[in-house]
């Protein structure tokens, strides 16, 4: 039976390709599937990447803000190191110059004393030599008036 055997062998190739398209589409299944994990696997490296640079950049935002603010606070400590030492410069400054107006005064009194007591000892070098005319007079008189009463 010839056409037995052609349907029976009819009937074994549409068995195997029956079989080869069901192991295809098992393959295929497989390969979706691994496709769909590393389709998976990608997204959780893409997450986690994602997390990594958001995190690598929220450090480089935060460290450069540290670096901002301990700049700032340094050159804030500057300028109040360099206002302070200005503050101490001008008030030496003001302290030479009340010291030196105070000696300038000292000297203006001391010049005034010297002044007044150098008319003083004038005005006495005066009085004694005054004095000493008015005792040299008196002498003289003395002297001239015994001669006179002598001769008499």
Do not use: P, Y
Request: hydrophobic share 40%.
């Amino acid at each position: 039976c010839l056409i037995c055997w052609a349907a029976s062998v009819a009937l074994q190739r549409q068995g195997r390709l029956l079989k080869e398209r069901e192991t295809s589409i098992q393959e295929l299944a497989e390969l979706m599937e691994h496709g769909q994990q590393q389709l998976q696997s990608c997204d959780a490296q893409k997450e986690h990447l994602s997390c990594s640079s958001r995190a690598f950049v929220c450090r480089s935002i935060q460290r450069a803000e540290r670096q901002l603010v301990e700049a700032t606070f340094g050159h804030w400590w500057q300028l109040q190191q360099v206002q302070h030492r200005r503050q101490r410069s001008l008030d030496a400054l003001q302290l030479r110059k009340g010291w030196m107006a105070l000696r300038r005064m000292v000297q203006g009194w001391r010049l005034v004393i010297w002044e007044h007591r150098r008319k003083n000892q004038a005005m006495r070098q005066g009085l004694r030599a005054v004095a000493r005319w008015e005792e040299q007079q008196r002498s003289a008189i003395l002297l001239e008036w015994s001669r006179v009463t002598r001769q008499q």
